[in-house]
């Protein structure tokens, strides 16, 4: 174990140390200070002297802290006297720093603190670049700034030379003041609390350290600049907010105590490269002891922030505290109570949120509760009560399930009564040193065991929609049910006010025609001219509201070409998508129109971070949806997308879009935007939806919407949970043989690069490749992948005759050039509306699409996967209340598989890894599992990789990107005759639960550009005609998967088809349930 020392200060101030390699406690050399607090790290320790000044201990070392000073001196020359210290007006100082902007003197250059002194005088640098230069040090250049080289040329009109001297840092072993920046005497408050961190920094060097401060008024401060060089820093700056504790974890992470609330606080923002961190936020999760009272005290806490300090029962009426002025009086017995304004719900805020104070006992709010309760008469609930005064209007009521009323015995001579100060203070009075409707008050906190991933924040931060800024302190405990009943109780009340207010007024004219809202910012835009490059620009959002209330936008991009102001304008209400874009260097996204579609070039913008972009993609989907009138969760038959990127995609279908004459075209459709990130997605027509991500892991959809960067409006405030996703990088390092070295790294002129990705064309190596997004980071070192296709042999070699070839894992006398494989981890966190399903990891996952009039919740749906090992498995209990479901059930096979696919009618197909198909017997549910497998010839010379069935119809695609549609599926023979081709250039198929045919086109060319990545909705598919006729090309450019199996619509019958007898059920197909 490596030696470390131990501190610690006793009553009297004293510092001692312990280290591990002994066993006395050691007083600190340097004894003439008392002490009340030490923070130490294993360079050194900071401690709050008894005079509240801080000081810092360092360390002896053999190794000396040492810093260098550099000045340079620059020089022009002249035609009369050559060069001279006579410079251009324009030019830099004749004593500067490196790059000239700051005047640098020798004798200016002062140490930056008494604990500094300086090793020896200035001398000139010698050395350039590595190399001696010529006595006195003079490099020559053209101008300032320029290249500079040792050697003089005939063009040279400036020089310069580099001073250089050391200083040393002395006070080791002893205390050493921490000075202030303005005044060394002093600091700049008088401090009570000290906090030191910064240990385990992996992307900073050894001695980086992170010093936050408390002073005795509060304040918080944050010592700037302290490094290995320079430990006690360069100045104090100070904190918005005041503490009166802070703690330094790992990481760099800061936590405090509030000074007037008492809350736990966390330090936003604190990154390498800016330890000061951006702003407080506070923790609000609930205690542990906190549940037990849910849906009592603390929830009705939360309706009466909302709508006064009491809640009533139906029949029962409540005190306000509004203003005696006011001119509204109570109805009589037999007149209904109307709905009481919200503007009043302010005073009833403010009243409850400061009424439990930090220093608030419960027996303070009972006394302070008293005179109210007994100012008047418990009145039974059965009997109407006389006409109450103008001060003594009722609140809107708030039904809450089983409000736990005070027992009587709590407080003798206390009516009995369903007030907040009473259901919250008096059970819980004896019990503990605050009421449940306060939040904690805390003393202390710590936080050197906490890890708190930038990326991926913690839920305690999580605040219940609704609470104003004044109560977000509270730790409210409300259960689904309560908040269900609550916002629908309130949605009907405003209802009836709008109503109400609007009833008198109708025969008005409206003041405002339309309300106009504008958003403006600055971006860059991907230009339509050539050369295609990125611009600047600024953009205006213009959202306006007509007397309807019907609400539209449009987005305007206003540019410069040749010296003169141009724009183009965008409606939002024919934007079909909003696709991020993410790369390795730009936050940028892309707006989709049914013509940009098919013109396949979309209108790209970018932003300078990654948070402006959040904002604008979530402001501008929410102005999509508002204008298209889209919200809330996709309704079960929604059909579902997923791009290259791992973003997923929802399109409410239209009934037109499977009609046989006039089809809706397939670029018109709307897709927004879900949080989460997936590889594939399979959904069902009861709502039951499971994704697989890019490291195997199964996740089912909770019901919410949003996520991610959608979040406030755009978002569902439950069923959103954090979502984690790894992926591997790979690239290749190439290799050809050489008859005197064997393989080398030195390849033919016509070679692919030595480092490249799989297709050669690309150099990419271990230090330049880089995550595939900004979203990403690395969570591994580069490894050698021995997993790839055709095997490899000890090191992970591939062997072939040339490049490009089949490649092989072992070495034949043929065999000229190689290849290996390397892989690195990089991982992304994220938020949606996905639980995962745990703990097999999946490659494939298929769910039987419901058939469009099926009975289907008298059973289970029926779900079928395959494992990353490539078992075939059964998953039981899958539901609409439980689309997680309960339990795998295993199904043997002879070999691995890779795809899956159940359809309408408990046919299910399979796809092996050697690309053989095979068709699964007397599947029932009664009989989940079959029976057994039967195999089914593959195309010829053709191996497959993936299949999907509906309700009669199977489609295998192959690796080759051809399209098979299977032949001859009769209710006696199900595994069909033959397959026969339908299409190329095809990546991913999906089969509806009408035997709809949608794919993911591998290649579309539009009118302006050629996009990968499309999705294709297969034409004329009918009943005596399954194969169709013909592709409708829709939203394109990166999409990797589609799937339509909940999308169970039917197109409505025209006049021609209800004139026509209607088939037999058995004509719809061979196999039927």
């Not at 965008?570 to 998508?577: H, K, M, P, S, T």
């Not at 390092?733 to 064997?742: F, I, L």
């Amino acid at each position: 174990m490596p030696n470390s020392v131990l501190w610690a200060v006793d009553l009297f101030g004293r510092v001692y140390t312990l280290s591990t390699a002994g066993q006395y406690w050691e007083l600190c050399k340097d004894s003439q200070l008392e002490f009340k607090r030490v923070s130490a790290t294993t360079q050194c320790c900071w401690g709050i002297a008894c005079d509240n000044q801080v000081y810092v201990y360092v360390c002896a070392s053999d190794v000396p802290i040492r810093r260098r000073e550099e000045a340079y001196e620059n020089q022009r020359w002249n035609p009369v006297g050559g060069f001279c210290e006579k410079l251009l007006l324009s030019d830099r100082w004749a004593w500067s720093d490196v790059s000239g902007l700051q005047h640098r003197p020798l004798d200016g250059v002062a140490l930056p603190s008494p604990h500094w002194e300086w090793e020896s005088d200035w001398y000139v640098d010698e050395n350039f670049g590595g190399e001696p230069t010529e006595k006195g040090g003079w490099t020559y250049a053209i101008d300032f700034p320029a290249t500079y080289t040792k050697e003089k040329k005939w063009n040279s009109c400036v020089r310069r030379r580099k001073w250089i001297r050391y200083r040393r840092y002395k006070s080791r072993d002893i205390w050493a003041k921490i000075p202030s920046k303005d005044d060394p005497k002093e600091l700049p408050d008088p401090f009570s609390d000290l906090s030191v961190g910064g240990w385990e920094i992996t992307e900073e060097p050894v001695g980086r350290l992170s010093v936050w401060a408390v002073s005795l008024q509060g304040k918080v401060w944050f010592r700037r600049g302290i490094n290995s060089h320079n430990p006690c820093g360069t100045s104090w700056i100070e904190m918005v907010g005041e503490m009166t504790m802070v703690n330094v974890g790992m990481n760099d992470q800061v936590w405090g105590v509030g000074c007037e609330d008492r809350a736990v606080y966390f330090r936003q923002g604190v990154t390498p490269s800016e330890l000061s961190g951006k702003t407080w936020k506070a923790i609000v999760a609930a205690r542990e002891c906190d549940r037990s009272h849910s849906g009592s005290s603390s929830s009705l806490l939360s309706a009466g922030c909302f709508f006064g300090d009491e809640v009533r029962g139906s029949g029962e009426s409540a005190p306000s505290d509004t203003d005696a002025s006011s001119e509204v009086e109570r109805p009589g017995p037999g007149q209904t109570l109307p709905a009481e304004p919200l503007d009043d719900s302010k005073n009833a805020m403010e009243n409850s949120a400061s009424g439990p104070g930090a220093g608030r006992t419960t027996e303070d709010t009972v006394e302070d509760a008293c005179p109210a309760e007994g100012s008047r008469e418990a009145r039974p609930n059965t009997h109407p009560g006389p006409a109450p005064t103008p001060a003594e209007l009722p609140w809107t009521n708030i039904d809450l399930k089983e409000p736990k009323k005070v027992p009587s015995h709590s407080a003798a001579g206390f009516p009995e009564t369903t007030s907040l100060s009473s259901l919250g203070l008096f059970p819980l009075g004896l019990e503990e040193p605050y009421g449940v409707d306060d939040h904690p008050l805390w003393a202390w906190v710590s936080g050197g065991g906490c890890m708190v991933e930038a990326c991926a924040v913690p839920r305690w931060f999580t605040v219940q929609a609704g609470l104003s800024s004044s109560v977000h302190m509270l730790s409210l405990s409300i259960t689904p049910a309560q908040t269900a009943a609550w916002r629908k109780q309130i949605f009907q009340q405003l209802t009836e006010r709008t109503k109400r207010e609007l009833e008198n007024f109708r025969h008005y004219e409206q003041a405002v025609e339309q309300s106009v809202w504008v958003k403006t910012g600055a971006l860059q835009w991907w230009c339509d001219w050539k050369p295609h490059k990125w611009v600047d620009v600024r953009v205006a959002l213009e959202q306006f509201t007509g007397h309807d209330g019907a609400r539209d936008s449009i987005l305007f991009i206003y540019y410069v070409v040749h010296e003169e102001k141009k724009y183009i304008h965008i409606f939002l209400n024919e934007v079909v998508a909003l696709v991020p874009v993410l790369n390795e260097t730009k936050h940028s996204f892309a707006l989709y129109t049914p013509e940009r579609t098919r013109q396949r070039w979309p209108v790209r913008l970018a932003a300078a971070t990654e948070q402006d972009m959040n904002d604008w993609l979530a402001l501008l989907s929410l102005s999509c949806c508002e204008s298209r009138k889209v919200q809330g969760r996709p309704s079960p038959q929604a059909i579902w997308s997923i791009t290259c990127k791992g973003d997923i995609f929802v399109s409410e279908p239209s009934p037109d879009l499977e009609a046989h004459e006039h089809p809706l075209p397939c670029d018109q459709m709307f897709w927004r935007q879900m949080g989460g990130h997936l590889r594939m997605v399979e959904a069902n027509s009861r709502g039951v939806v499971w994704g697989i991500g890019y490291d195997h892991t199964a996740w089912v959809y909770t019901g919410g919407y949003g996520g991610g960067c959608f979040q406030g409006l755009a978002s569902s405030t439950s069923n959103i949970y954090m979502q984690s996703d790894v992926k591997c990088v790979h690239i290749y390092e190439n290799q050809r043989w050489n008859p005197v070295t064997g393989y080398t790294s030195r390849g033919l002129p016509t070679d692919r690069y030595m480092w490249s990705d799989a297709s050669g064309l690309q150099e990419c190596t271990k230090a330049g490749t880089k995550p595939p997004s900004l979203q990403w980071a690395w969570v591994s070192d580069w490894f050698v992948d021995f997993s790839v296709p055709g095997g490899t042999d000890q090191e992970g070699w591939q062997y072939a005759s040339d490049f490009p070839a089949s490649y092989h894992g072992s070495k034949t006398m043929k065999d000229f050039v190689r290849r290996r494989c390397w892989a690195r981890k990089c991982k992304l966190v994220t938020s949606g509306p996905w639980l995962e399903v745990p703990p097999i990891a999946l490659r494939d996952v298929s769910i039987i699409p419901e058939s469009p009039g099926a009975e289907g919740s008298g059973h289970s749906i029926a779900l079928w996967a395959v494992s990353d090992k490539g078992d075939v498995l059964c998953r039981l209990g899958v539901s609409e209340l439980n689309p997680a479901g309960s339990s795998w059930l295993h199904v043997g096979t002879d070999q691995p598989f890779t795809s899956i696919s159940i359809g309408a009618c408990y046919q299910v197909w399979a796809v092996a890894r050697d690309g053989s198909t095979f068709y699964r017997g007397s599947v029932y549910p009664s009989q989940p599992a079959g029976d057994c497998w039967y195999h089914i010839p593959s195309p010829p010379r053709q191996r497959l990789k993936q299949v999907s069935v509906g309700q009669t119809s199977v489609y295998a695609l192959d690796e080759n990107g051809n399209l098979w549609y299977r032949q001859g599926i009769t209710p006696s023979y199900p595994q069909g005759s033959s397959w026969e081709h339908v299409s190329n250039n095809v990546c991913r198929v999906s089969v509806g639960p009408l035997d709809q045919v949608w794919v993911i086109a591998d290649k579309v060319q539009g009118s302006h550009s050629l996009s990968r990545g499309t999705v294709c909705h297969r034409t004329g598919v009918q009943p005596h005609e399954p194969k169709g006729h013909g592709w409708d090309y829709g939203i394109g450019g990166g999409w990797d998967h589609i799937s339509v199996r909940a999308n169970a619509t039917r197109a409505p019958r025209s006049s021609s088809q209800e004139q026509e007898p209607s088939a037999p059920p058995e004509a719809h197909g061979p196999v039927c349930c």
